[in-house]
């Protein structure tokens, strides 16, 4: 049993001003694997009150002290990769094969990307009447979910160390594993004392705390909409800067072409990656009426291979959902796409044969859906997959922009048919026919997926502020 009760506040692991406890559970087996502290407003006050005192040099440190620091902490993150790999297996159910592969390699995958954009990052620029500097905005809150744990605190932490600014980190407390080991590299790497500090706690204790406090400059949130937009009412009050990064109901729009087949496959099988529990996942899958039958075949038979397994074995497998909460709002889910007359090719309620310990559900497929269904509009973070015809490009490119989302968006067609029809959407990131873009290439949402851009270079934006002077 792991005992995560402590915080890192000004360089030191130190104890919780008021002992209150969380037990971390791993979603495989029900366990209780660690237990994490519960802080207050206070510890969050003690928190930024280190982060400020660091920003007054670090916020002015050179471009080469930044970069050799975040060299250390790459050095740090891979040493300790494998580590990284299974505390994000236990906490969240990442079978292990793909948090190795996937889930862990975001963070060197973040780190690097911020080591080669600050490299070359024009922090000054030279206009005709003036200078103008691009300043580390200074003390940053950052609040992070579980799904792609430490993904979203490396986005977030490396852009924001590259460019100067301190920070607090309050991490989900559902996975706390993964940003406490990080909180250890960032000691190990020799950061100044209070220029990263974590405070674990729950979204309406610390969250709100981060959200609201005055002496924090900005805010960057990754989680729902509905905990997006209490973050941004909570900062209003002290003009705080407040980038968003929230959910998605991502189109899939499948054009008549060669590949057609390969394209449904590819659909279905990253619909249930992560066990659905994705925000770019492509949720609904648009397919032409003249070749529908053919993609609920190719759907149903790719559902029905799909397996289910324990996230501690290798293979390809998918894992549990999160947490006995999450695994009963995916279940009311399905239970209301077959009460809305969806037709449920795979998958439906209850879990899947010998999965009885664990948050395990059925990879699942609804054909026959319409874009008004509550399947087709609501955010489902699990593996469920909407199927639903179109007439033709005009009708499925309203289908696709029908949502109050726009984070992510999937084409395949030909390659020059499916680029024109892609400029169309109105969503963050297009990709096409299995395009997948690096983390150099901008990440982020239109409408109500949020405001801000991570990743690489343009990730840096979000946390400086801009000076001329004349
Ligand atoms: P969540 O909104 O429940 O929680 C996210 C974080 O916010 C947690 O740390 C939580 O403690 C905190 N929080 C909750 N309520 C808060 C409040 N009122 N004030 C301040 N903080 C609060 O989301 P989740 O279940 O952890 O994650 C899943 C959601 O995250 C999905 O909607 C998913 O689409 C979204 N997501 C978006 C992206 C993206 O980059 N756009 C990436 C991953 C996940």
Redesign the pocket.
Same mark, same amino acid.
């Given at each position: 049993m792991l005992d995560l009760r402590q915080f890192y506040i000004n360089g030191n692991w130190c104890d919780p001003l008021e002992a209150r406890e969380l037990e971390v559970i791993n979603p495989a087996t029900e366990q209780q694997i660690a237990t994490v502290s519960l802080g207050t407003s206070e510890d969050v006050d003690l928190a930024v009150k280190a982060a400020r005192a660091a920003f007054d040099e670090f916020g002015y440190s050179n471009r080469e002290t930044r970069l050799a620091l975040l060299e250390r902490l790459l050095e740090a993150y891979m040493d300790r990769y494998q580590e990284m790999a299974e505390a994000i297996s236990q906490e969240m159910g990442a079978p292990i094969d793909f948090a190795t592969s996937n889930q862990a390699a975001c963070g060197n995958g973040h780190l690097k990307a911020a080591i080669d954009a600050l490299k070359e990052y024009p922090f000054e620029e030279q206009l005709a009447t003036g200078r103008v500097y691009k300043e580390a905005i200074g003390v940053c809150g950052f609040?992070?979910?579980?799904?792609?744990p430490i993904? !979203?605190v490396a986005c977030k932490t490396a852009p924001a160390l590259a460019t100067g600014c301190t920070m607090v980190l309050?991490?989900?407390?559902?996975s706390p594993l993964s940003s406490h080991l990080f909180a250890e590299m960032i000691d190990q790497a020799g950061y100044p004392k209070g220029v990263f500090n974590l405070v674990d706690?729950? =979204? &309406?204790e610390?969250? *709100?705390a981060?959200?609201s406090h005055p002496d924090i400059d900005m805010v960057s %949130? /990754? =989680?729902? /909409? *509905? *905990? =997006?937009i209490?973050?941004s009412k909570?900062a209003a009050d002290n003009v705080k800067r407040v980038t $968003? @990064?929230?959910?998605?109901k991502s189109p899939n729009i499948i054009l008549d072409h060669d590949n057609f087949a390969q394209a449904v496959a590819r659909g279905v099988t990253s619909c249930f990656g992560n066990t659905g !529990?994705?925000?770019?996942a492509p949720t609904r899958m648009l397919v032409p009426e003249s070749r529908y039958d053919e993609a609920v075949g190719i759907a149903e038979s790719i559902a029905t291979k799909t397996s289910v397994g324990n996230p501690s074995s290798s293979g390809n497998h998918i894992g549990p959902l999160?947490s006995a909460s &999450?695994f009963e709002r995916v279940q009311g889910l399905i239970e209301t796409g077959i009460k809305e007359g969806a037709r449920l090719l795979a998958g439906g309620i209850g879990k899947p044969e010998g999965f009885e310990t664990g948050y395990f559900v059925k990879p699942t497929v609804f054909a026959g859906v319409r874009n008004d269904m509550q399947i087709a509009r609501e955010?489902i %973070?699990g593996p469920v997959l909407c199927l639903i015809p179109f007439r033709d490009e005009a009708d499925a490119l309203r289908i696709a922009n029908d949502t109050p989302y726009g $984070?992510a968006a999937y084409v395949s067609g030909e390659p020059s048919a499916a680029e024109k029809f892609a400029r169309r959407i109105r969503a963050g990131m297009v990709a096409i026919n299995g395009g997948d873009q690096g983390f150099d290439c901008p %990440?982020?949402?239109y409408k109500q997926?949020?405001n801000g851009r @991570?990743w690489g270079e343009y990730g840096f934006e979000d946390f400086l502020e801009i000076k001329t002077i004349a």
């Open positions: 609040i992070t979910p579980w799904n792609w993904n !979203q309050k991490g989900s407390e559902l706690g729950l =979204g &309406h610390v969250g *709100a981060i959200s %949130f /990754t =989680g729902s /909409t *509905a *905990a =997006g209490a973050v909570a $968003l @990064e929230l959910g998605g !529990q994705t925000c770019t999160v &999450h955010e %973070f $984070l %990440f982020g949402g997926s949020g @991570e």
